[in-house]
């Protein structure tokens, strides 16, 4: 008898056990509008509040130090059917992992990435529900990185010193001479440039985009009010910076994407393209004094530049 029990186990483990099939992941940045073609054109607009257009200029390279890139089926985290997909988080303080990662959208940089699912179904690498259709995306960078040409104009201020351009530019801004281009090249973070976009909301820079799940795209800053249902997205409630509230940029450049989980023996994957529009970023005011080309020009991303940012997920 208890042999006959011991082959009826070694059946059921051999026949009962459902394998889990496999997904890969794949990250492309991009600055190439090309993926995005059904995207319409961005609007050519201006600010009316840092004196008058001077010009436009295309970052040559453009990066990113990523300190949370992830994808979300519904809103809380503390719903047991919440599915996520998450890339960089810091990963729940996993040492193997970093907290951070770095992407080079105008290197056309693409990487295979090994994600950490959350929910309450992982299993395997996958999860259980055959079916999780991603309405959220968010994008939490630790900085935006670019290097420009300077315009040309602007050599007579170098006479005035570097601190003259410092301050027209920031203070972790640094400018070097390429004797191969003939050109001054300044290399700088997004903070300079996005500061003035959100002093209203007394910060610096947002506390991060978040993709989907509405028609419109608006900076919303939370204060304590509970949102109703249908407002709510990741991270709604727990934003704030030096005690000031923290402002989030929502925007409806993302369109749901839902994914079958693969069969025992299935390998799928899912292609990420994370595109950022370069063309034109920053743009370039005469400041208090209205006059071009002196050192109280603002220096600024073009008006709602996060609608630059495109997500397109498809399934290989």
Same mark, same amino acid.
């Given at each position: 008898?208890?042999?006959?029990?011991?082959?009826?186990?070694?059946?059921?483990?051999?026949?009962?056990?459902?394998?889990?099939?496999?997904?890969?992941?794949?990250?492309?940045?991009?600055?190439?509008?090309?993926?995005?073609?059904?995207?319409?054109?961005?609007?050519?607009?201006?600010?009316?509040?840092? =004196?008058?257009? %001077?010009?436009?200029?295309?970052?040559?390279?453009?990066?990113?130090?990523? =300190?949370?890139?992830?994808?979300?089926? %519904?809103?809380?985290?503390?719903?047991?059917?919440?599915?996520?997909?998450?890339?960089?988080?810091?990963?729940?303080g996993d040492p193997?992992?970093?907290?951070?990662?770095?992407?080079?959208?105008?290197? #056309?940089?693409?990487?295979? %990435?090994?994600?950490?699912?959350?929910?309450?179904?992982?299993?395997?690498?996958?999860?259980?529900?055959?079916?999780?259709?991603?309405?959220?995306?968010?994008?939490?960078?630790?900085?935006?990185?670019?290097?420009?040409?300077?315009?040309?104009?602007?050599?007579?201020?170098? /006479?005035? =010193?570097? /601190?003259? &351009?410092? #301050?027209?530019?920031?203070?972790?801004?640094?400018?070097?001479?390429?004797?191969?281009?003939?050109?001054?090249?300044?290399?700088?973070?997004? =903070?300079?440039?996005?500061?003035?976009?959100?002093?209203?909301?007394?910060?610096?820079?947002?506390?991060?985009?978040?993709f989907g799940n509405?028609? /419109?795209?608006?900076?919303?800053?939370?204060?304590?009010?509970? &949102?109703?249902?249908?407002?709510?997205?990741?991270?709604?409630? #727990? &934003?704030?910076? /030096?005690?000031?509230?923290?402002?989030?940029?929502?925007? #409806?450049?993302?369109t749901p994407m839902?994914?079958?989980?693969?069969?025992?023996?299935?390998?799928?994957?899912?292609?990420?393209?994370?595109?950022?529009?370069?063309?034109? &970023?920053?743009?370039?005011?005469?400041?208090?004094?209205?006059?071009?080309?002196?050192?109280?020009? %603002?220096?600024?991303?073009?008006?709602?530049?996060?609608?630059?940012?495109?997500?397109?997920?498809?399934?290989?």
């Open positions: 008898m208890k042999t006959k029990l011991l082959l009826l186990l070694i059946i059921v483990s051999l026949f009962g056990c459902k394998e889990a099939g496999t997904i890969n992941y794949k990250l492309k940045y991009t600055t190439s509008t090309e993926a995005f073609r059904s995207v319409s054109a961005l609007p050519d607009s201006l600010y009316p509040q840092f =004196g008058a257009y %001077v010009t436009s200029i295309t970052p040559y390279h453009y990066s990113s130090k990523i =300190g949370m890139l992830m994808y979300q089926d %519904v809103w809380s985290q503390a719903d047991p059917k919440c599915h996520m997909i998450s890339f960089v988080d810091g990963h729940d193997r992992y970093e907290t951070a990662t770095y992407a080079d959208f105008s290197g #056309n940089q693409e990487v295979t %990435v090994d994600p950490i699912l959350y929910s309450t179904d992982k299993w395997d690498g996958i999860f259980k529900q055959k079916q999780v259709t991603f309405n959220f995306f968010t994008f939490t960078p630790v900085y935006l990185y670019q290097e420009f040409e300077l315009p040309d104009e602007y050599k007579p201020l170098l /006479s005035l =010193g570097n /601190s003259a &351009l410092m #301050n027209l530019l920031g203070g972790n801004s640094s400018i070097t001479y390429d004797a191969a281009k003939g050109k001054y090249i300044v290399k700088m973070n997004e =903070g300079p440039m996005v500061s003035p976009l959100f002093r209203q909301f007394n910060s610096g820079t947002p506390g991060g985009y978040i509405t028609d /419109s795209t608006y900076i919303y800053q939370y204060k304590g009010v509970e &949102l109703p249902e249908a407002q709510r997205f990741p991270f709604w409630n #727990n &934003l704030s910076y /030096s005690g000031n509230p923290t402002p989030l940029v929502r925007c #409806n450049n993302f839902t994914v079958t989980m693969p069969d025992e023996g299935q390998t799928i994957t899912m292609y990420s393209t994370i595109g950022f529009d370069t063309h034109n &970023l920053i743009q370039v005011y005469a400041g208090a004094d209205n006059t071009p080309y002196t050192n109280d020009d %603002v220096f600024v991303y073009a008006p709602k530049y996060w609608n630059r940012l495109r997500v397109k997920l498809e399934i290989k």
